[in-house]
């Protein structure tokens, strides 16, 4: 009996020791070296000063920037979830009348795309469709007073393919896209 329990006390350190501190301090080191950019978040600076993360979406609400999907927890990362709220709840429902009225009156007369009403099951999505990036359009080229085209032609530049061909959909990333918006010139309001 006195064996038994030394052999699995010391198994139990062993594998704490093996499983609960040398494999993650490898794992962590391989991922610094090869990955660093991934396992740091892809976080984009502009002048030393993080303003935001390739796969984490943020708010942008004025007129002369690209929207993200609504988001049910405000863009907060520490509380990402989806909202809880069944397609036959009214305050689901309340809200994407209100979003569809909205855009509505953006581009009267076109389809609006899901994902403009609707947020993902994180909240924090950072990508579009590009046929929410072609619905915006109008409006961003408008404020910042540059032609429809050349805004289009910037949506096309930042239109990611599926993955490998066949994993995903089409999209594109609406950080990288404003940026690159404010790199033309007449910023819009954040």
Sequence with gaps: ?????IIAVLMTIATTVLLG???PLVVTGLAQVMFYDQANGQLIKKDGKVIGSRIIGQAFS?????????????????????SQLGPTNHVLI??????VATLHAENPGQ????????????????????AAAEFQIARVAKTRGLSEDAVRRLVRRHTRPRQFGFLGEPRVNVLDLNLSLDEEGNPGSH
């Design 21 to 23: 501190i040398i494999y």
């Design 111 to 130: 389809p609006i795309p899901i994902d403009l009403v609707t947020a993902s099951a994180s909240g924090l999505d950072p990508e579009i469709t590009p």
């Design 94 to 99: 309340d809200r994407v009348k209100g979003d």
């Design 62 to 82: 004025g007129p002369g920037y690209f929207h993200s999907r609504p988001s049910a927890v405000n863009y907060d990362a520490a509380n990402s979830n989806g």
């Design 1 to 5: 009996m006195k064996k038994n329990l």
